[in-house]
């Protein structure tokens, strides 16, 4: 794996995951965020709460990268997707599963994985 600068909060929550302590950010009104929030986006509301992800989320969209920059030419093809998690929608990797096998509706866990050119950490979904 190659070293790369912390993204400070981002990192934290990937941490969260890693160790099944996922969680999302709701403000009174319901609405949820992933974190790094100080304010709901959509009614501006400052009293956030820290709320677990449900373990299990279902694909809304995707697309399968077959021709990648430069950047990302040894993890293809790979499945870049739109997974809901309850109110929070969460953008990952689909790993477990053909590429040609990933479908909209598919129920997927969360994890946290590497890309393999760059070892970087990234959000991963897993066929449940």
Do not use: K
């Amino acid at each position: 794996m190659t070293e790369s600068a912390q993204d400070g909060e981002y990192d934290a929550w990937l941490d969260s995951i890693e160790s099944d302590d996922g969680y999302y950010l709701e403000c009174s009104n319901g609405h949820g965020w992933l974190p790094p929030r100080r304010v709901c986006p959509r009614c501006h509301d400052q009293d956030l709460a820290r709320v677990d992800l449900p373990e299990s989320g279902e694909i809304a969209s995707y697309t399968t990268i077959t021709v990648p920059t430069p950047q990302f030419e040894d993890d293809a093809p790979y499945v870049t997707a739109i997974a809901d998690f309850g109110p929070v929608s969460v953008t990952g990797l689909v790993r477990g599963v053909d590429p040609d096998d990933v479908a909209i509706g598919d129920v997927v866990g969360l994890d946290v994985g590497e890309r393999v050119t760059t070892g970087e950490r990234v959000v991963v979904f897993r066929p449940r």
